[in-house]
């Protein structure tokens, strides 16, 4: 049994469904967090199969770029959500949404 890139494919399609079931379903901020990381990777895993479906290295330079981003995007949010988390002693975002003022 050979491993193609429609195994891939559904393999991303389901990360990112259960990505976007655990944002829409869950209401703490720390695993909203990871489900858009989870998403992201999602994403990651659709750029390189098909870039090696199509032996390109496109899907490769993208899942880079992708992944600088996210970097840039865990270090500030997760910094924001500890900070959040140290004030409030919740990670909720009902509560967070609160602070508007």
Do not use: H, P
């Not at 891939?8 to 901020?29: D, E, H, K, P």
């Not at 992708?66 to 004030?87: N, P």
């Amino acid at each position: 049994m050979t491993v193609t890139v429609d195994w891939y494919l559904i393999l991303a399609a389901v990360l990112f469904v259960i990505g976007a079931a655990g944002l829409l379903v869950r209401r703490n901020a720390i695993v909203m967090f990871m489900s858009i990381e989870l998403m992201l990777n999602a994403v990651n895993l659709t750029f390189v199969s098909v870039g090696r479906e199509l032996r390109d290295l496109t899907g490769q330079f993208a899942v880079f770029f992708v992944l600088v981003v996210a970097a840039a995007e865990v270090v500030v949010g997760l910094a924001i959500i500890v900070s959040i988390f140290r004030t409030r002693a919740t990670a909720s975002v009902d509560e967070l949404s609160e602070m508007k003022g």
